[in-house]
Nanobody, 119 residues
Framework: QVQLVESGGGLVQPGGSLRLSCAASGFTFGDYHMTWVRQAPGKGLEWISS????????TYADSVKGRFTISRDNANNTLYLQMNSLKPEDTASYYC????????????RGPGTQVTVSS
């Protein structure tokens, strides 16, 4: 079955960087869009970024554009999110999500990794 496991979260100071990873298994990774979403305390899920199966098409929410970079390694079934210039408002649990072959969103997510941006 589909398994998604995020890692790389932690506590970082404002202005710092983190790189999140998502190890995927149970499906043909390179065929599917993948997405990062996040959920801040007391708030709903927020779409962050998506990437198509081949890795050539990426989209970003305005809130992270220019600071975050999504990428993937299809040979190793891994999705990444490089986060730079982190802000306190980036504090959230971050989840990777398996999309569809033709659409970026889906309903399978991992357990998440916590990112806390604080001085």
């Amino acid at each position: 079955q589909v398994q998604l496991v995020e890692s790389g979260g932690g506590l970082v100071q404002p202005g710092g960087s983190l790189r999140l990873s998502c190890a995927a298994s149970g499906f043909t990774f390179g065929d599917y869009h993948m997405t990062w979403v996040r959920q801040a305390p007391g708030k709903g899920l927020e779409w962050i970024s998506s990437i198509n199966g081949g890795g050539r098409t990426t989209t970003y929410a305005d809130s992270v554009k220019g600071r975050f970079t999504i990428s993937r390694d299809n040979a190793n079934n891994t999705l990444y999110l490089q986060m730079n210039s982190l802000k306190p408002e980036d504090t959230a649990s971050y989840y990777c999500e398996k999309g569809g072959i033709y659409v970026p969103r889906g309903d399978a997510r991992g357990p998440g990794t916590q990112v806390t941006v604080s001085s």
